[in-house]
């Protein structure tokens, strides 16, 4: 069988299919018909069996929503939709493997709202997202969900003018939140390129010196697509799903997702207590000073805390091997090297005789564990008006 011929028919059907849909009046009914065209010819067995194509709403671990999406790409074995019927579905970023925005006819206009619509999608998954640790090692287990643009063919417009339109876009958008793929069918398709000759289609490969080339593969245009969209799901591994994240999401401080970050601060009388957020400069600096100094395992974090209480004895050896940063800049004493006057009463309640380690929060920064001890931070490290 020649394969290549095998797809050009394909793609004839697709666009035979396509213009029946021009009998359909009502737009809505007309664009569902043309987005299932696609879904059906992906559905026919062409992805493996974990990769389901569904359509609907994308929500991330910080109550942030993606646009409606044509397509939705997602884990059929592993993932849950946490709204499903007809009409409407709500997935999991952590279920998501990308999107495909199906277009018409793709005119300037209609490529920047399939752009914006992506780059929406892989803004809900920060930096690191996805991180997990395996033995002594930080892993990135996945990347940003891909984004991918399909068109049933150009407006009045050009291949060449349509990467006109992407070069000049992408200048003011980060490289992580670029498209993967673009395909406009029995026309040609856009990707990305790094070094002489390197194709750059997984969102981890597309850098910010990456440069959009547009090639016209005219009849086999689909059967390109079909390709980057098989290696793009192939290459990609989700991260196990969490649905705790969705029940008290954490929250976007600047370029940072931030949980567990509403905490009480102790031996300070410029702040009473309350519910307290840290401004971004605070994460970029607790960020920056546990990276110079590295991870350490939980127990270690314990000892250093506690000292000969054993406090470890009620933890899991996995727990215990858990890698976790400490904020501490300040050097502060364990609470087992304050002295036998381990408490003073004030106006405001008992407190810590003196600053020490265990008065510290619990941060998950973009899905890294920090331990930060709150005797090192002002009124002016947090913004209350912004308290969740």
């Known amino acids: 069988m020649n394969t290549q011929?095998?797809?050009?028919?394909?793609?004839?059907?697709?666009?035979?299919?396509?213009?029946?849909?021009?009998?359909?009046?009502?737009?809505?009914?007309?664009?569902?018909?043309?987005?299932n065209i696609l879904r059906n010819f992906l559905a026919e067995g062409r992805l493996p069996t974990k990769y389901a194509i569904g359509s609907g709403e994308v929500v991330g671990r910080t109550n942030d929503t993606s646009k409606q999406c044509d397509l939705v790409v997602y884990d059929r074995l592993n993932g849950v939709t946490l709204l499903y019927d007809e009409s409407t579905q709500v997935y999991p970023i952590d279920c998501v493997y990308g999107i495909i925005e199906v277009k018409s006819t793709l005119s300037k206009s209609e490529l920047i709202d399939a752009l914006e619509k992506i780059k929406t999608l892989k803004t809900m998954a920060p930096e690191g997202f996805g991180l997990r640790i395996i033995g002594n090692d930080l892993v990135q287990c996945r990347a940003r969900p891909f984004g991918v643009i399909f068109a049933y063919g150009l407006a009045d417009n050009s291949l060449d003018s349509l990467l006109g339109n992407l070069q000049e876009w992408e200048r003011e958008t980060d490289h992580s939140l670029w498209p993967n793929y673009i395909c406009v069918l029995e026309t040609g398709v856009i990707f990305h390129r790094g070094r002489p000759f390197e194709v750059c289609i997984d969102s981890t490969q597309i850098a910010a010196d990456a440069r959009p080339f547009a090639v016209a593969h005219n009849a086999d245009s689909l059967f390109q697509f079909y390709c980057a969209l098989h290696d793009l799901c192939a290459n990609m591994v989700l991260a196990p799903l969490e649905l705790r994240h969705y029940f008290k999401p954490s929250i976007r401080i600047g370029k940072y997702i931030v949980g567990g970050i509403t905490g009480v601060m102790m031996n300070k009388e410029d702040v009473s207590p309350r519910q307290l957020r840290f401004t971004e400069a605070v994460i970029d600096r607790i960020v920056a000073w546990c990276s110079a100094k590295g991870p350490m395992r939980f127990g270690e974090l314990l000892d250093k805390q506690f000292g000969p209480m054993r406090v470890g004895e009620h933890y899991s050896p996995a727990a215990l091997n858990e890698l976790v940063y400490l904020y501490n800049p300040d050097n502060l004493p364990g609470l087992h090297e304050i002295g036998p006057e381990l408490f003073a009463r004030t106006e405001k309640g008992a407190t810590f005789a003196r600053p020490c380690l265990t008065n510290a929060l619990n941060l998950d920064i973009d899905n890294r564990r920090y331990i930060v001890t709150m005797d090192s931070f002002q009124a002016t490290d947090f913004d209350v008006n912004g308290a969740s």
Do not use: C, N, P, Y
Request: no cysteine.
């Open 5 to 35: 011929t095998l797809f050009q028919k394909i793609s004839q059907k697709m666009r035979t299919d396509f213009e029946v849909t021009a009998q359909v009046v009502h737009s809505g009914s007309k664009g569902t018909a043309r987005e």
